[in-house]
Nanobody, 122 residues
Framework: VQLVESGGGLVQPGGSLRLSCAAS????????MRWYRQAPGKEREWVAT????????YYADSMKGRFTISRDNAKNTAYLQVSNLKPEDTAVYYCNARQRDYIGIYYGDEYWGKGTLVTVSS
């Protein structure tokens, strides 16, 4: 099982990035995908979720409007589009995979990638 994030880097304030999470070793289409981030000196925080069935999306309140999560089951890849980046968005961004039932309960094995660093600075 492997989750590999990519797309991070140095970006100026106001810029945009699309992060990718390539999955392998499990049935991607059956898993909800989540993005988290961890800023320097802070705890990891949840950013967004996209479900396996229907592709319903959920966002942390502070992330609504500038973050868009999506997935391509044919490519076994999840994405996080971030726009109007701010210095406080500087963090390591992680993707996570776990199965979720129809009432929103997560179960079974949980997988994490190693993260991709996003640095927002002028």
């Amino acid at each position: 099982v492997q989750l590999v994030e990519s797309g991070g880097g140095l970006v100026q304030p106001g810029g945009s990035l699309r992060l990718s999470c390539a999955a392998s070793g499990f049935t991607f289409s059956r898993y909800s995908m989540r993005w988290y981030r961890q800023a320097p000196g802070k705890e990891r925080e949840w950013v967004a979720t996209i479900t396996s069935v229907g592709g319903t999306t959920y966002y942390a309140d502070s992330m609504k409007g500038r973050f868009t999560i999506s997935r391509d089951n044919a490519k076994n890849t999840a994405y996080l589009q971030v726009s109007n980046l701010k210095p406080e968005d500087t963090a390591v961004y992680y993707c996570n995979a776990r199965q979720r039932d129809y009432i929103g309960i997560y179960y079974g094995d949980e997988y994490w990638g190693k993260g991709t660093l996003v640095t927002v600075s002028s």
